[in-house]
């Protein structure tokens, strides 16, 4: 992994492999294999975390995380997306949704908004704000609004795997770009304690409409894997 920064942001650098983690589970009909990667680029002070996950029933249906990533440096919100593909009902779904759920300063938020629209509406990707309520997916709906300040959604029939590196791009771009400002503080801990103690129920119930048995431990236990701090890093 690299990390390239136009005057005013990070140094071009090196992002060194810290850890790789791996989680295997069976529950009654469902099979969940996830690895979650951490990086750290040391000179920057940047940490990246990055899931590959399927979870999969015997009737066929799966969700699969391509890459979802939680990336932060000190002093700044965490850009978080969560990039994947399900089949359901014999129908493919690709989902991509990009945020920084504890940002605080109003700049970060114009900007990573901002730069987004610009790069999704210039390449006539159909997207809607997490901010909108009632235009995102259900399962958004279950994240608190104040974890959707900014960012975006963007959701299509099918499988579109190439759909998914472009949006990945733009999310570092406009995370980027947020890094070029001042910091804010942000409170890091308060989505990752989310994540573990209430999302992890959340997501019992929406993999349960999938046909699926994925216990809330399970997910709890990913959640820690992918969000919470490594010590080597402190």
Known sequence: MASTLKKGGMK??????IGEYRLISQCMNTISEQTIYDYYDKDNKVRTTVVEKETKNKQGN???LIGSTIKHKEGYPPLVFDAGVFKAHKKFLTSFSSFLPTVQGK???HIFDSYAQEKLSKKKIAFCLLKET???PEYLRMLPKKFRKCGFNVQQEGKFLGLIEELKKISFAAY????????SPSSVEEFSDYLIN??????????KGFGMA?????QKAFFTLFSERTEFEQ
């Not at 071009?12 to 492999?17: G, L, Q, V, W």
């Not at 209430?198 to 993999?207: A, G, L, M, P, Y």
């Not at 994925?214 to 399970?218: L, N, T």
């Open 12 to 17: 071009k650098t090196s992002s060194s492999k």
């Open 62 to 64: 799966f969700v699969r």
């Open 107 to 109: 700049e970060h938020i």
């Open 134 to 136: 009632t235009k995102i």
């Open 176 to 183: 980027d770009e947020v890094l070029k400002l001042k910091p």
């Open 198 to 207: 209430e999302q992890s129920k959340n997501e019992h119930k929406v993999f």
């Open 214 to 218: 994925v216990p809330s431990k399970v």
